[in-house]
């Protein structure tokens, strides 16, 4: 085949492959760069051109909001001053902007930099006063020069919200000019048109001369390949070097955009790693922008707050607290943007968990690299538990200051450097008589040197002493203390202090000996109540049948004055046994009207048994009154003042002189006797002519346990008790003596009106003829009970063994009407035997009889079910009031518990049966 051409084919030129390839290559070529133009390169550069202008933009607004915002009214000015339209000029000259306009929240233009004027979508300003977001955009506009010329003009436009308090303001334009880089990207767009157009131009050149050189002659053929050859070859070499050049842009592009990211990624690197060394800091930490937005927090603010970060950043302290918390948290932050700096002050923080904690804000600004305000980075710091602990010192101080034992504080050498008011009241020292001067100021002498020695070896060893001392208060007076003395160590274990700790323990010794006291008194009266009971019992016989003789003596026999007398004395004896029991019971008082003169009397009897021979008794009782009191008291009262008297005339002695004297008190003597009322008194005058005692002594003589007596002589009580029961009877104690001249006591008590005597008469004793089992372990006591019983009529039946009398009951239940049971007896009390017969037959009367027992008493008898009570030693009266009342049912004429005789004196009635 000829490879020529046809001449109806010669203009078919795409039959040629270099042509048709020629044609492919440029088509691909130029839309792969107008792809990539529209694609790659106007994107990115919008888009850095769009960071870039927002960026400047808020650095323009930041510095022009001075010249923008009145700050009296925070609004934007209504008329912007020249000054302010200079200056804002100004900067925008300095950041190089093309324009710069302010809007109104209505879109009413309130300023602007440029006289050009350009057309405002109003759509970007409604979105941005809505949204309060910042919008960029790339504008083309043919802007109108004031002589009225069309400009052509492309930039960004740069819509941002000025706000204050979360609330728009209005609105600024910033244009920034694009033309300085749209210049580089137009030279690259230029060159790339070029290169298409060099292109398309070669490629139409090839065809007309191919078209030309092909019409002409194959001879020239060769001369058109060669010259396509090199022009195609100049075409490469062209498309090479502006394809070098776009590629060394797009490079230099992309260089730029990597700078970029690897900046924005070294920030965010140095953003986490400040985030992960705050997060560590316990503290809570906030940073928020001159809005008072939080921009940040660590992970101790959000707990404390209870939400998680992202709940908390970019919101404001009035979305997270009260409205009245947020108003003060705003204005202290205002206040520190107003004056940039550093804040400190305390405030109370209620946190997530619901308790409200101590806390020290700290407060900072801060600013970027033009020194620009930026925000505020904020620092809490707990002080709850400072707080407490200091609260806790202040309690440990004013419970040493108000504790009640003393507390002493020296320093190593043992110099005192603190002591509590307890200590001075205790002392009698000031806390400055003391503070610098050594313990020893209250030394007694009462230690021995050893003794100090022992307590300092124990204390410079680090040890605790626990010991007692006695000490000497300020005025002399010696007192006895338990002290317990510890050292204080610093952390190294030196000695730094000692502490100790003192108890005044007199009163609790005198105590303990007043307990040791009352021990003493409670074993002699079970002593006295042990002996009661055989005495009672051998009393109960001896007036029991000297009433059963006196019923047989006939009144003018000569027999009948000495048994009146034989049971005048037995009564005493058995009210004297009461005494006694009283005594050692401690009950307590029953006052009734008594002639004391009989009570004097019958104690000085008494009394004489056990004084020598050397002690001569004179009584003068030339007054013979009634008082109100108690008998035993008063009894003890005359004993103990007797006592006495024979102690101070012991060795020499003398003599003992009693007196009873009437004496009206009158208004003149309450001076001396303020104790008293005006009105009739008795004296009572008990007086020794023994050693005598000095001012001092009697001064104390009525303080319990002090004694001038030597040891074992006496307790030191029984002048306290005496001056207990005269103040108890309302009376006066007075002391008279001198040494060598004896000692004389006055009693001065109230007198009451004596009693009328009662008149004789004949008292008729009940009898009866029903059936009584008696029960007592005493034989001569159950023959007595059943002689007296069958005087008034009555048929008995007598057991000293309580079994026995119980089996021989329960053999015959109606066999007795009554049953009388001594209380204290072996293997079987009167009181479980009394259970035991009422649980075999309810409504048997039941009477029991005691001479002394602290387990029975008349209440708990009735509690029993037992319908009669019997104290011995029993009467004949006492025992036919009681058993008749007891089987008539208890009526209110029989009483079954009648009280017992009382006599003191002569029999004054007759019983006849």
Same mark, same amino acid.
């Given at each position: 085949?000829?490879?020529?051409?046809?001449?109806?084919?010669?203009?078919?030129?795409?039959?040629?492959?270099?042509?048709?390839?020629?044609?492919?290559?440029?088509?691909?070529?130029?839309?792969?760069?107008?792809?990539?133009?529209?694609?790659?390169?106007?994107?990115?550069?919008?888009?850095?051109?769009?960071?870039?202008?927002?960026?400047?933009?808020?650095?323009?607004?930041?510095?022009?909001?001075?010249?923008?915002?009145?700050?009296?009214?925070?609004?934007?000015?209504?008329?912007?001053?020249?000054?302010?339209?200079?200056?804002?000029?100004?900067?925008?000259?300095?950041?190089?902007?093309?324009?710069?306009?302010?809007?109104?929240?209505?879109?009413?233009?309130?300023?602007?930099?440029?006289?050009?004027?350009?057309?405002?979508?109003?759509?970007?300003?409604?979105?941005?006063?809505?949204?309060?977001?910042?919008?960029?955009?790339?504008?083309?506009?043919?802007?109108?020069?004031?002589?009225?010329?069309?400009?052509?003009?492309?930039?960004?436009?740069?819509?941002?919200?000025?706000?204050?308090?979360?609330?728009?303001?209005?609105?600024?334009?910033?244009?920034?000019?694009?033309?300085?880089?749209?210049?580089?990207?137009?030279?690259?767009?230029?060159?790339?048109?070029?290169?298409?157009?060099?292109?398309?131009?070669?490629?139409?050149?090839?065809?007309?001369?191919?078209?030309?050189?092909?019409?002409?002659?194959?001879?020239?053929?060769?001369?058109?390949?060669?010259?396509?050859?090199?022009?195609?070859?100049?075409?490469?070499?062209?498309?090479?070097?502006?394809?070098?050049?776009?590629?060394?842009?797009?490079?230099?592009?992309?260089?730029?955009?990597?700078?970029?990211?690897?900046?924005?990624?070294?920030?965010?690197?140095?953003?986490?790693?400040? $985030?992960?060394?705050?997060?560590?800091?316990?503290?809570?930490?906030?940073?928020?922008?001159?809005?008072?937005?939080?921009?940040?927090?660590?992970?101790?603010?959000?707990?404390?707050?209870?939400?998680?970060?992202?709940?908390?950043?970019?919101?404001?302290?009035?979305?997270?607290?009260?409205?009245?918390?947020?108003?003060?948290?705003?204005?202290?932050?205002?206040?520190?943007?107003?004056?940039?700096?550093?804040?400190?002050?305390?405030?109370?923080?209620?946190?997530?968990?619901?308790?409200?904690?101590?806390?020290? *804000?700290?407060?900072?600004?801060?600013?970027?690299?033009?020194?620009?305000?930026?925000?505020?980075?904020?620092?809490?710091?707990?002080?709850?538990?400072?707080?407490?602990?200091?609260?806790?010192?202040?309690?440990?101080?004013?419970?040493?200051? $108000?504790?009640?034992?003393?507390?002493?504080?020296?320093?190593?050498?043992?110099?005192?450097? *603190?002591?509590?008011?307890?200590?001075?009241?205790?002392?009698?020292?000031?806390?400055?008589?003391?503070?610098?001067?050594?313990?020893?100021?209250?030394?007694?002498?009462?230690?021995?040197?050893?003794?100090?020695?022992?307590?300092?070896?124990?204390?410079?060893?680090?040890?605790?002493?626990?010991?007692?001392? @006695?000490?000497?208060?300020?005025?002399?007076?010696?007192?006895?203390?338990?002290?317990?003395?510890?050292?204080?160590?610093?952390?190294?274990?030196?000695?730094?202090? *000692?502490?100790?700790?003192?108890?005044?323990?007199?009163?609790?010794? $005198?105590?303990?000996?007043?307990?040791?006291?009352?021990?003493?008194?409670?074993?002699?009266?079970?002593?006295?109540?042990?002996?009661?009971?055989?005495?009672?019992?051998?009393?109960?016989?001896?007036?029991?049948?000297?009433?059963?003789?006196?019923?047989?003596?006939?009144?003018?026999?000569?027999?009948?004055?000495?048994?009146?007398?034989?049971?005048?004395?037995?009564?005493?004896?058995?009210?004297?046994?009461?005494?006694?029991?009283?005594?050692?019971? $401690?009950?307590?008082?029953?006052? @009734?009207?008594?002639?004391?003169?009989?009570?004097?009397?019958?104690?000085?009897?008494?009394?004489?048994?056990?004084?020598?021979?050397?002690?001569?008794?004179?009584?003068?009782?030339?007054?013979?009154?009634?008082?109100?009191?108690?008998?035993?008291?008063?009894?003890?009262?005359?004993?103990?003042?007797?006592?006495?008297? *024979?102690?101070?005339?012991?060795?020499?002695?003398?003599?003992?002189?009693?007196?009873?004297?009437?004496?009206?008190?009158?208004?003149?003597?309450?001076?001396?006797?303020?104790?008293?009322?005006?009105?009739?008194?008795?004296?009572?005058?008990?007086?020794?002519?023994?050693?005598?005692?000095?001012?001092?002594?009697?001064?104390?003589?009525?303080?319990?346990?002090?004694?001038?007596?030597?040891?074992?002589?006496?307790?030191?009580?029984?002048?306290?008790?005496?001056?207990?029961?005269?103040?108890?009877?309302?009376?006066? @104690?007075?002391?008279?003596?001198?040494?060598?001249?004896?000692?004389?006591?006055?009693?001065?008590?109230?007198?009451?009106?004596?009693?009328?005597?009662?008149?004789?008469?004949?008292?008729?004793?009940?009898?009866?003829?029903?059936?009584?089992?008696?029960?007592?372990?005493?034989?001569?006591?159950?023959?007595?009970?059943?002689?007296?019983?069958?005087?008034?009529?009555?048929?008995?039946?007598?057991?000293?063994?309580?079994?026995?009398?119980?089996?021989?009951?329960?053999?015959?239940?109606?066999?007795?009407?009554?049953?009388?049971?001594?209380?204290?007896?072996?293997?079987?009390?009167?009181?479980?035997?009394?259970?035991?017969?009422?649980?075999?037959?309810?409504?048997?009367?039941?009477?029991?009889?005691?001479?002394?027992?602290?387990?029975?008493?008349?209440?708990?008898?009735?509690?029993?079910?037992?319908?009669?009570?019997?104290?011995?030693?029993?009467?004949?009266?006492?025992?036919?009031?009681?058993?008749?009342?007891?089987?008539?049912?208890?009526?209110?004429?029989?009483?079954?518990?009648?009280?017992?005789?009382?006599?003191?004196?002569?029999?004054?009635?007759?019983?006849?049966?």
């Amino acid at each position: 085949m000829s490879s020529e051409p046809s001449a109806n084919s010669r203009w078919n030129l795409f039959k040629f492959d270099f042509i048709r390839n020629i044609f492919i290559v440029s088509l691909l070529i130029t839309g792969g760069l107008l792809l990539y133009s529209h694609l790659v390169v106007l994107p990115e550069f919008q888009q850095l051109s769009g960071r870039y202008a927002q960026a400047e933009s808020n650095r323009v607004v930041r510095h022009l909001r001075p010249f923008i915002i009145d700050p009296a009214t925070e609004e934007i000015k209504a008329e912007l001053t020249p000054a302010d339209r200079t200056k804002i000029r100004t900067l925008v000259q300095d950041f190089q902007i093309a324009d710069f306009k302010l809007f109104s929240t209505d879109g009413d233009l309130l300023f602007t930099s440029s006289p050009i004027d350009r057309a405002h979508p109003r759509g970007y300003l409604t979105d941005v006063i809505t949204y309060k977001q910042a919008v960029s955009r790339i504008a083309h506009q043919n802007d109108l020069t004031p002589n009225g010329h069309r400009v052509a003009k492309d930039g960004i436009e740069t819509y941002i919200p000025l706000m204050q308090d979360n609330r728009c303001l209005g609105v600024v334009e910033i244009y920034h000019d694009l033309a300085p880089r749209k210049q580089m990207l137009t030279r690259a767009l230029w060159l790339n048109t070029m290169t298409q157009g060099a292109l398309a131009g070669g490629l139409l050149i090839v065809v007309i001369v191919t078209l030309l050189k092909t019409g002409h002659a194959l001879r020239q053929r060769n001369q058109a390949r060669t010259a396509l050859k090199a022009a195609h070859h100049r075409l490469e070499k062209k498309i090479d070097e502006r394809t070098t050049e776009l590629v060394q842009v797009n490079i230099e592009l992309e260089h730029e955009i990597e700078d970029r990211r690897n900046a924005e990624i070294a920030l965010n690197e140095q953003l986490d790693l400040l $985030q992960k060394l705050i997060d560590t800091i316990p503290y809570p930490i906030f940073y928020k922008n001159t809005a008072g937005v939080y921009l940040g927090c660590n992970t101790a603010f959000a707990s404390a707050i209870g939400l998680a970060k992202d709940k908390i950043i970019g919101k404001t302290i009035y979305d997270l607290a009260s409205k009245e918390t947020a108003e003060s948290y705003f204005r202290a932050e205002q206040a520190l943007f107003d004056k940039p700096g550093h804040k400190i002050y305390e405030t109370t923080v209620r946190y997530s968990d619901g308790r409200n904690r101590d806390i020290i *804000y700290n407060l900072a600004t801060f600013t970027d690299s033009n020194n620009d305000l930026l925000g505020l980075v904020g620092v809490m710091i707990d002080i709850t538990d400072r707080k407490l602990a200091e609260q806790e010192r202040v309690r440990l101080a004013k419970a040493i200051e $108000q504790a009640a034992d003393a507390i002493e504080i020296t320093d190593a050498d043992g110099r005192i450097q *603190y002591v509590n008011p307890a200590f001075e009241n205790m002392t009698g020292f000031a806390r400055h008589e003391v503070v610098g001067r050594q313990p020893s100021i209250q030394k007694s002498g009462k230690q021995k040197p050893n003794f100090y020695a022992h307590m300092w070896s124990v204390l410079k060893n680090g040890g605790v002493w626990n010991g007692q001392l @006695v000490n000497r208060r300020k005025d002399g007076t010696l007192y006895k203390e338990d002290v317990s003395i510890s050292p204080v160590m610093d952390p190294k274990g030196r000695i730094t202090n *000692y502490v100790a700790v003192k108890h005044d323990v007199t009163e609790e010794m $005198q105590r303990r000996k007043q307990l040791q006291q009352m021990h003493k008194m409670e074993a002699i009266g079970t002593l006295a109540g042990g002996i009661a009971h055989d005495f009672n019992n051998i009393l109960s016989g001896i007036i029991g049948y000297i009433e059963i003789s006196n019923q047989f003596a006939e009144p003018d026999s000569a027999v009948r004055p000495y048994l009146e007398r034989m049971h005048q004395a037995a009564n005493r004896a058995r009210d004297l046994v009461g005494q006694i029991l009283t005594f050692s019971r $401690q009950e307590g008082e029953e006052q @009734v009207p008594v002639r004391i003169d009989l009570i004097v009397k019958e104690a000085l009897k008494l009394i004489r048994s056990s004084l020598p021979a050397t002690i001569d008794i004179q009584t003068d009782f030339e007054a013979q009154g009634t008082v109100l009191a108690d008998a035993t008291q008063i009894h003890q009262v005359v004993m103990n003042l007797c006592t006495n008297a *024979y102690h101070a005339m012991e060795d020499r002695g003398g003599r003992l002189n009693v007196a009873l004297q009437a004496i009206g008190v009158t208004a003149d003597m309450l001076t001396t006797y303020p104790e008293l009322s005006v009105g009739h008194h008795l004296q009572l005058v008990v007086a020794d002519t023994g050693q005598g005692m000095d001012t001092n002594t009697v001064s104390r003589i009525f303080e319990p346990y002090f004694t001038t007596k030597a040891k074992g002589k006496g307790t030191g009580l029984g002048l306290a008790i005496v001056h207990g029961i005269v103040k108890r009877h309302n009376g006066a @104690v007075r002391v008279h003596s001198r040494p060598g001249e004896g000692t004389r006591f006055e009693i001065v008590l109230p007198q009451v009106a004596t009693p009328a005597a009662a008149e004789k008469k004949t008292i008729h004793l009940p009898k009866g003829s029903e059936r009584i089992l008696i029960v007592d372990d005493e034989s001569m006591l159950v023959e007595l009970i059943k002689d007296m019983l069958e005087q008034l009529g009555y048929q008995t039946q007598g057991y000293t063994n309580p079994f026995e009398a119980l089996d021989v009951y329960k053999a015959d239940q109606q066999k007795f009407d009554l049953v009388i049971t001594d209380m204290t007896m072996p293997g079987l009390t009167g009181d479980v035997l009394a259970r035991q017969l009422l649980d075999l037959r309810t409504d048997l009367p039941i009477i029991l009889c005691t001479g002394f027992s602290e387990k029975i008493s008349p209440e708990k008898a009735r509690e029993m079910g037992i319908q009669g009570y019997l104290l011995k030693p029993l009467t004949l009266m006492d025992l036919a009031a009681t058993v008749r009342g007891a089987l008539d049912g208890a009526d209110a004429s029989n009483p079954p518990f009648p009280p017992p005789a009382a006599n003191s004196g002569p029999a004054e009635n007759t019983i006849r049966p």
